[in-house]
């Protein structure tokens, strides 16, 4: 019997540890690993803030795994909203801390088991903005949707850190070219920043991460290689005042040189 189990085991945790091996494997760019929430912490690599994670958690143990939370919007001390999904719906849920009540505010399906979560959150003047790997969905401040637009594919693959504008009427992705500004709806497309393409895998880097900061006018943006986030930077989004930071490497931590 003790054999049986140990079988089990063994078998399952070789399943876990393929299945993670292959996404690993398809990861070209460090893109999906960088957590954005735009209106908290301007994080360009949010997996080195262990905060944001233990905050993550805290609300994950609070509503005992009955959907995943996967970005906080702190509206003020007392008042966040927690982007969520489940294996059928994206939720928002508005919670006041002071009151201790919290509620599902707004639900929408996924429109396929490929959709995923909420990758950000991002509080406009005149709502909200959820960014997934599919889709940008506009909702008021009632929480009611008002517009919903597909992400464009470039160069055969769907564009990636998509961030919206405060102002809700611009964003900005990254794509095989690099930074790009555009329109809510990918109009008006503007190059800000061009990768390091090379033939040389080696020497090839990509902006790989790209958010609003400094309120609606100034971008911030992560460099990477393969595997590692190379160098830090800020530009106006006329384009102007680019500046970037190396990073170091200490260990498995980044630091800015």
Partial sequence: MIKNKLFVFIVFALIVICLTACQIKGTTYPTDNILQNENVYMQMSAYQNDEYFDELSYYQEMFDGQFWVTNILKLSEDHVVLAAYTGEMLLVIDFDITQDSAIIAFEEPLIS??????????????????????????????????????????????????????????????????????????????????SNRSTNILEDSAVCSSVWSQGANTISYSICDREWVLQKGTVNKDGTGNKLEQIVRLGDKNITA
């Fill in 113 to 194: 088991d490929a959709e995923g979560e909420i990758k950000t959150i991002t509080q406009t003047e005149a709502g909200y903005a959820l960014v997934t790997n599919k889709r940008i969905l506009l909702i008021d401040k009632n929480f009611k949707a008002v517009r919903e637009i597909p992400l464009i594919k470039s160069f055969g693959e769907t564009v990636s850190s998509v961030s919206v504008n405060p102002n809700g009427k611009e964003l900005v992705y990254c794509d095989y070219e690099g930074l790009h500004l555009s329109a809510i709806d990918f109009s008006n497309d503007k190059l800000l920043v061009k």
